[in-house]
């Protein structure tokens, strides 16, 4: 499965709207938002024998993931054109379909980033054998030095400096008032 890793070069420059307009496409694996998996891999490294762990640690550090009313930054609680819907993954269909794909073997980072992405659309529903491309949100050009052994592409967006800028300063205190 090929893999393409996204990056942003500024601040709100893009990334997120770009990856909504790939958001269930048949062909496409992706989480609904950025995925710091170079943290993520540095809390499983203990733990890679053990797949229902990852399951579970996944499920925990990735609430919103499994319900878009608990993502209130890039307000997926605010979905729709009356911004009052929002979508939920059933936790116990991903745990379950991620230990299945992963077996009882020792995984390695690619096997838990695939894994991870086709357990997902599995519990949202989607068809698996039509999957063919890998997004992988990082977010941070930093993110990579953690996968810089897997086999991916990058795809970077940017935005003009000043609607981007422009973007950041009339969302500040969305950023904050969340995040506090």
């Known amino acids: 499965m090929k ?3 996204l990056l942003a070069a500024t601040t709100r420059g893009g990334i997120d709207f770009l990856q909504s307009l790939l958001d269930k496409h048949t062909q496409v694996l992706q989480l609904p938002g950025k995925f710091y998996v170079d943290e993520f891999l540095k809390k499983i490294e203990n733990n890679k024998n053990n797949n229902w762990q990852i399951a579970k640690l996944f499920i925990e550090l990735n609430k919103e ?3 878009s009313r608990l993502n209130l930054v890039e307000r997926h609680d605010k979905l729709g054109i009356d911004k009052n819907e929002f979508y939920k993954v059933n936790e116990k269909i991903f745990a379950d ?3 299945e794909m992963s077996g009882n073997k020792t ?3 690619k096997d838990v980033i695939v894994n991870i992405h086709l357990a997902y659309s599995k519990a949202s529903g ?3 054998e039509k999957k063919k491309l890998l997004i992988l949100q990082i977010h ?3 993110r990579i030095n953690s996968i810089k052994d ?3 592409e990058i795809l970077c967006t940017i935005r003009d400096p000043i609607a ?9 205190s969305v950023f904050h008032e969340k995040n506090i």
């Open 164 to 172: 981007s800028h422009s973007s950041y300063v009339k969302n500040l």
């Open 107 to 109: 995984l390695s980072k």
């Open 150 to 152: 897997l086999d991916f």
């Open 97 to 99: 379909s991620f230990i």
């Open 3 to 5: 893999i393409i890793v």
């Open 126 to 128: 989607e068809n698996l």
């Open 65 to 67: 993931f499994f319900d």
């Open 140 to 142: 941070h050009l930093f």
